[in-house]
């Protein structure tokens, strides 16, 4: 059995919508948010505790966080992270329906993780697979070691898609065939893929 995992961020999600929001809580520009949000999401990707991760994107602002503040901020960040890209469900309810054997692994916070199990997109998935649960993240070799477990199959055996090239050489150090995806790479591998079906 051949297995395809798509990433989430980008992939099945458009970009986040929340950042004018996220930085106007904290009072700042837009930019000058970004500065601190990104390098701080590592942390939270891999466990971090919202009001631990939010502090720390407030301190090199200048900004206090308080416990309901946080919450705030999660409930928004989680809510722009949300917004699906339809040409990349299109392509998973046409995989699902060839019946091909489909996982999801993503960077992301165990908050993010517990709403996303929630939504529509994901009936078409045999496993979710989040790196906040995990305590790691891509691109580490624990994580890929831990999909090809959980998915009783050989790193050959499974077809990796994500956004980022940094996820993409992870996987294939670890024997994956992993693809760089870009927003024209589902309709050319929809048919390659609906191949693999049971």
Not at 47 to 53: E, L, R
Not at 106 to 117: G, I, K, L, M
Not at 123 to 151: E, M, N, Q
């Amino acid at each position: 059995m051949r297995w395809i995992v798509f990433d989430y961020g980008e992939v099945i999600s458009r970009y986040t919508t929340a950042l004018p929001t996220l930085a106007s809580m904290y009072g700042v520009s837009v930019a000058d948010f970004e500065q601190a949000y990104w390098p701080a999401r590592d942390a939270y990707d891999r466990g971090q505790s919202d009001v631990d991760y939010w502090r720390a994107v407030g301190e090199p602002l200048g900004v206090d966080v308080s416990a309901s503040m946080a919450e705030s901020l999660t409930a928004a960040d989680v809510a722009g992270w949300l917004h699906t890209d339809p040409s990349t469900l299109s392509l998973l309810e046409s995989l699902d329906s060839a019946g091909v054997p489909m996982a999801l692994l993503s960077n992301a916070p165990v908050s993010f993780a517990r709403v996303a199990e929630e939504q529509e997109w994901t009936k078409h998935f045999r496993h979710l697979v989040f790196s906040g649960d995990l305590g790691c993240a891509k691109p580490d070799r624990r994580i890929w070691d831990h999909l090809v477990s959980l998915l009783d199959a050989a790193p050959g055996d499974v077809v990796f898609l994500d956004d980022r090239q940094t996820n993409v050489d992870g996987a294939l150090a670890a024997g994956i065939d992993a693809r760089l995806w870009a927003p024209h790479v589902g309709p050319e591998l929809g048919a390659e893929f609906r191949q693999l079906g049971a």
